[in-house]
């Protein structure tokens, strides 16, 4: 998927933006400025580039947290997920609209963008990703669903209002 379509298809932005080595093509997230399977030949450190991971991917590991950490005290019990990118990369996050029974090693998910936790008496929110599961005809990584219909020119905020 272009980083093009991939913005108009997400309705709401979240930081997933790691690098990618176009000397060997692995990709990195967090994003790194070198890349350590090329660091010998020393052709990676210009060979970087912004990449932008599409959110997809596969639980490989999860752990159901009942003691939660400080913040997380409300959304006990939780599951914690190690979910392998389909772009390669391993992320840690939360696994969300799903019972903690229902996740599985292999289940498809798809990042979103959520309230981590409030801080404090400040009330200060933290926002970041966390995974919910996805259904395999929209994965992209797995059998191809129906085909988007193409938006011909203007965003349709502008549409609506022309
Ligand atoms: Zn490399």
């Not at 963008?113 to 995974?131: M, P, Q, S, T």
Request: net charge positive; hydrophobic share 35%.
């Amino acid at each position: 998927m272009s980083i093009a379509r991939f913005w108009r298809e997400t309705p709401r932005r979240y930081n997933l933006g790691g690098s990618k080595c176009t000397n060997c093509g692995t990709t990195y997230f967090p994003p790194r400025s070198v890349c350590p399977e090329c660091t010998r030949h020393r052709q990676s450190i210009e060979k970087m580039i912004p990449f932008q991971l599409s959110g997809e991917g596969e639980v490989i590991s999860y752990t159901i947290v009942h003691d939660p950490a400080e913040g997380f005290e409300l959304q006990v019990p939780y599951v914690l997920a190690l979910v392998k990118t389909v772009e390669g990369p391993v992320l840690t996050g939360q696994v969300v609209d799903t019972a903690p029974e229902a996740v599985a090693i292999g289940l498809k998910v798809r990042a979103t963008f959520r309230k981590l936790r409030e801080e404090g008496k400040a009330g200060v929110i933290h926002y970041g990703y966390k995974f919910a599961p996805v259904e395999d005809s929209s994965f992209a990584g797995g059998p191809r669903g129906p085909t988007p219909p193409v938006p011909s020119g203007l965003p349709s905020r502008d549409r609506a209002s022309a």
